[in-house]
């Protein structure tokens, strides 16, 4: 990413950022992008490939609380790309709500693990788009808790992204993985989520799940409204 930002920096000096529509930059916890945002006025697609330590050579909780998560909070909130892909080859893994607030994505695509943990809050997002691993036979969902026999499919609404955390902060949002979501109304959260909860039952036994509802609601589904915890701060 140092790399990439030296880049920008000369592309800066030469006052071409301003013609560049698509974007795609490594991202780690050295990433200072957000600065450049501002001289991106035309971008219509930014890209983020995360590549940080994982495994036991992971960021610190320090480091990953105040550095890299902050650092990739802010380059998407400064963004005016409506198309955002958001690709992760490596990530150390913490059960961390990642917030992604912007008000100008229209499309979010993101390809990663299941435990990415996600909280999208786009007041014009119209599409999720959740590309996961689904070349192992038995194992290709690795959620947090989830049992080594209940791997073989993946948990829409849970993995990646929260489908929780689109109540009332993606007011526009219309597909979520597939699902059509635009026409459940937002009563109180509880009643949006009953609703929401037979859709993707539904779209569990397409997959050819073979849970009954109320055993593949309790390890599959939304059991209470998340809420973001932003307790870190920026350096």
């Given at each position: 990413?140092?790399?990439?930002?030296?880049?920008?920096?000369?592309?800066?000096?030469?006052?071409?950022?301003?013609?560049?529509?698509?974007?795609?930059?490594?991202?780690?916890?050295?990433?200072?992008?957000?600065?450049?945002?501002?001289?991106?006025?035309?971008?219509?697609?930014?890209?983020?490939?995360?590549?940080?330590?994982?495994?036991?050579?992971?960021?610190?909780?320090?480091?990953?609380?105040?550095?890299?998560?902050?650092?990739?909070?802010?380059?998407?909130?400064?963004?005016?790309?409506?198309?955002?892909?958001?690709?992760?080859?490596?990530?150390?893994?913490?059960?961390?709500?990642?917030?992604?607030?912007?008000?100008?994505?229209?499309?979010?695509?993101?390809?990663?693990?299941?435990?990415?943990?996600?909280?999208?809050?786009?007041?014009?997002?119209?599409?999720?788009?959740?590309?996961?691993?689904?070349?192992?036979?038995?194992?290709?969902?690795?959620?947090?808790?989830?049992?080594?026999?209940?791997?073989?499919?993946?948990?829409?609404?849970?993995?990646?992204?929260?489908?929780?955390?689109?109540?009332?902060?993606?007011?526009?949002?219309e597909r979520f993985m597939g699902v059509e979501v635009g026409t459940v109304r937002r009563w109180t959260f509880n009643k949006w989520?009953?609703?929401?909860?037979?859709?993707?039952?539904?779209?569990?036994?397409?997959?050819?799940?073979?849970?009954?509802?109320?055993?593949?609601?309790?390890?599959?589904?939304?059991?209470?409204?998340?809420?973001?915890?932003?307790?870190?701060?920026?350096?």
């Amino acid at each position: 990413s140092s790399f990439d930002c030296s880049l920008l920096r000369h592309i800066s000096r030469l006052g071409s950022l301003r013609c560049l529509t698509r974007l795609n930059v490594l991202v780690n916890e050295n990433l200072y992008l957000e600065q450049f945002m501002a001289e991106l006025p035309n971008l219509l697609e930014l890209g983020l490939n995360i590549f940080t330590k994982c495994g036991m050579l992971g960021l610190s909780k320090h480091v990953y609380l105040n550095k890299y998560i902050p650092r990739l909070e802010a380059v998407v909130a400064a963004s005016k790309a409506p198309l955002l892909k958001v690709t992760v080859e490596a990530e150390t893994r913490r059960q961390v709500n990642k917030v992604f607030k912007n008000n100008h994505v229209k499309k979010l695509v993101l390809t990663g693990p299941c435990t990415f943990n996600m909280f999208p809050v786009m007041e014009r997002l119209k599409e999720v788009v959740v590309n996961l691993e689904t070349s192992l036979l038995h194992n290709n969902c690795t959620y947090w808790k989830s049992r080594i026999d209940d791997r073989g499919l993946h948990r829409a609404g849970l993995c990646c992204v929260n489908i929780g955390a689109v109540y009332e902060n993606c007011p526009n949002l219309e597909r979520f993985m597939g699902v059509e979501v635009g026409t459940v109304r937002r009563w109180t959260f509880n009643k949006w989520n009953i609703r929401m909860k037979k859709r993707f039952y539904d779209d569990y036994i397409q997959q050819g799940g073979a849970k009954e509802m109320k055993a593949w609601a309790k390890t599959r589904w939304v059991s209470r409204r998340p809420v973001p915890l932003e307790f870190y701060q920026l350096w």
